[in-house]
């Protein structure tokens, strides 16, 4: 069951994911 908490863990979970997919980015050029 999704509660306002694990929606919320969720966005911080793919908004995290999306910020070290940058850095990474940023390393390799």
Known sequence: ???AQGG???K???LTGAN???K???AQT
């Open 1 to 3: 069951m999704l509660t």
């Open 20 to 22: 070290l997919t940058q």
């Open 24 to 26: 990474i980015y940023v």
């Open 8 to 10: 919320m863990n969720l």
């Open 12 to 14: 911080g979970a793919v």
